[in-house]
């Protein structure tokens, strides 16, 4: 054990000093193509490796009972109901809420009972009807004139004026 501790030390002691004489070392075309050649051929039957793969592959594919493929369509339709079913959970939902609010299902897009009732609240405030605001309250002016006032008026300007004004009359 000593030797190999006294070998180190050696070893120590003579490094920087070895480094200083080393040179870089170069290399020859010749050994840079046996270099390229070595690292090339350990992977040169990369692609019968890769085809091997495929065709392991394969088989486990095919070894797949009917009972596994029988299982993977299984839980693919389940998935499908799973998201049908919460489509008309959905649908249901929005359509108790418009029969609450008056307001068509269609319009609602909330996915929770609370969203679709804030959403229809938002949409009959804004649909309330606002009428303008009119002198007679809407109500339909009682003719001052008779058609026969009407008729006598010798102006005609004025005649067909008055006709306009009271047409309900000549109707």
């Known amino acids: 054990m000593t030797e190999n501790i006294q070998d180190v030390n050696a070893t120590t002691q003579t490094a920087p000093e070895a480094e200083a004489e080393q040179t870089p070392k170069t290399f020859t075309q010749e050994d840079v193509n046996r270099i390229v050649a070595n690292r ?3 992977y040169s039957d990369y692609e019968e490796l890769k085809a091997k793969a495929a ?6 594919e095919a070894q797949k009972t009917e009972l596994e493929k029988a299982q993977e369509r299984a839980n693919k339709l ?3 109901l799973d998201g049908i079913k919460a489509a008309e959970e959905l649908r249901a939902m929005r359509e108790e809420v418009s029969k609450e609010t008056g307001v068509p299902a269609h319009l609602l897009a909330g996915d929770t009972k609370e ?12 649909a309330k009807p606002s009428y303008p605001h009119v002198k007679d309250a809407g109500e339909t002016p009682v003719p001052s004139a008779s058609k026969e006032d009407i008729l006598a008026i010798k102006d005609e300007r004025k005649r067909l004026k008055a006709i306009q004004e009271n047409i309900e009359l000549f109707q």
């Open 40 to 42: 090339v051929s350990k």
């Open 78 to 80: 389940q998935s499908e």
């Open 55 to 60: 065709k392991f592959d394969e088989a486990e």
């Open 115 to 126: 969203a679709c009732m804030a959403q229809a609240k938002a949409i009959s405030e804004y």
